[in-house]
């Protein structure tokens, strides 16, 4: 049974991306979760067992294999199922292992933004007390990897995901828009013309990419960058900042 239940956010994946009260935490719990994704995505483990050793923690490390999503279920259907199986197997591993005291789980970029693992801790029963540790977002990484501001001067700032962006097109009344979670480079669906961008991949870490300039022109180097990229490490972590070109140097 989970009682304490601490999310502590880890950035893009940089020891450096986790904060002072994040290393605390991770040397105060009692038992720390970690998810494997499968041989093609070793390095994320990998790159999680460097911040667990990092922080100096003695906690116990547990392992569960993470599920793979149901294609054949609509969008939604399967994202439900997927995070009560994921649930499912944190609760499993825990329980298995007879744990008493706090755990802790690493979340990439940020616990509230644009992740479900709040969501999927709710699903455990009893419901554990959360703790939220916050990190550097991949919001914060990319801007401060490509030295800019997030928002023009006074100017609104839109998140979004790359399915929202295929489905619906460019943010009615969005200045500047920030996309994350896009595996599909889906700013290709928009009209480039008038559009600057800021991409970065590996943020952070001795992996990073970084490509910006008008869309129209560094789209299809990102597209190779990209490719070329996912191959090599067999995974991505990738975001990126758009604006329309007359305000991309405001």
Same mark, same amino acid.
């Given at each position: 049974?989970?009682?304490?239940?601490?999310? *502590?956010?880890?950035?893009?994946?940089?020891?450096?991306?986790?904060?002072?009260?994040?290393?605390?935490?991770?040397?105060?719990?009692?038992?720390?979760?970690?998810?494997?994704?499968?041989?093609?995505?070793?390095?994320?483990?990998?790159?999680?067992?460097?911040?667990?050793?990092?922080?100096?923690?003695?906690?116990?490390?547990?392992?569960?294999?993470?599920?793979?999503?149901?294609?054949?279920?609509?969008?939604?259907?399967?994202?439900?199922?997927?995070?009560?199986?994921?649930? #499912?197997?944190?609760?499993?591993?825990?329980?298995?292992?007879?744990?008493?005291?706090?755990?802790?789980?690493?979340?990439?970029?940020?616990?509230?933004?644009?992740?479900?693992?709040?969501?999927?801790?709710?699903?455990?029963?009893?419901?554990?007390?959360?703790?939220?540790?916050?990190?550097?977002?991949?919001?914060?990484?990319?801007?401060? &990897?490509?030295?800019?501001?997030?928002?023009?001067?006074?100017?609104?700032?839109?998140?979004?995901?790359?399915?929202?962006?295929?489905?619906?097109?460019?943010?009615?009344?969005?200045?500047?828009?920030?996309?994350?979670?896009?595996?599909?480079?889906?700013?290709?669906?928009?009209?480039?013309?008038?559009?600057?961008?800021?991409?970065? &991949?590996?943020?952070?870490?001795?992996?990073?990419?970084?490509?910006?300039?008008?869309?129209?022109?560094?789209?299809?180097? *990102?597209?190779?960058?990209? &490719?070329?990229?996912?191959?090599?490490?067999?995974?991505?972590?990738?975001?990126?900042?758009? #604006?329309?070109?007359?305000?991309?140097?405001?």
């Amino acid at each position: 049974m989970i009682t304490n239940l601490w999310l *502590i956010g880890i950035g893009t994946g940089s020891e450096s991306h986790v904060t002072l009260e994040g290393r605390q935490a991770l040397r105060e719990a009692a038992t720390i979760l970690l998810p494997l994704k499968g041989e093609d995505k070793d390095d994320l483990a990998k790159l999680r067992q460097r911040i667990i050793a990092s922080s100096g923690t003695n906690a116990q490390v547990l392992t569960f294999e993470y599920p793979v999503r149901d294609l054949a279920l609509p969008y939604l259907a399967r994202v439900n199922a997927w995070h009560d199986e994921i649930a #499912r197997r944190w609760q499993l591993a825990l329980d298995a292992a007879g744990v008493h005291g706090p755990t802790a789980l690493l979340v990439w970029g940020d616990p509230a933004l644009y992740d479900s693992t709040i969501r999927i801790a709710q699903r455990l029963s009893p419901a554990p007390r959360l703790r939220v540790i916050p990190g550097i977002t991949a919001v914060q990484a990319l801007t401060a &990897a490509h030295a800019i501001p997030l928002n023009t001067v006074n100017g609104p700032v839109t998140i979004t995901t790359g399915r929202r962006l295929r489905d619906e097109g460019w943010p009615e009344g969005a200045e500047t828009l920030v996309v994350l979670l896009d595996g599909e480079t889906s700013f290709t669906h928009l009209d480039l013309a008038d559009l600057y961008i800021w991409w970065g &991949a590996y943020l952070g870490s001795p992996e990073q990419i970084l490509i910006e300039g008008p869309a129209a022109e560094v789209s299809q180097q *990102i597209i190779e960058s990209r &490719a070329a990229a996912r191959t090599q490490h067999g995974w991505i972590m990738d975001s990126y900042l758009l #604006r329309r070109v007359g305000m991309a140097g405001e």
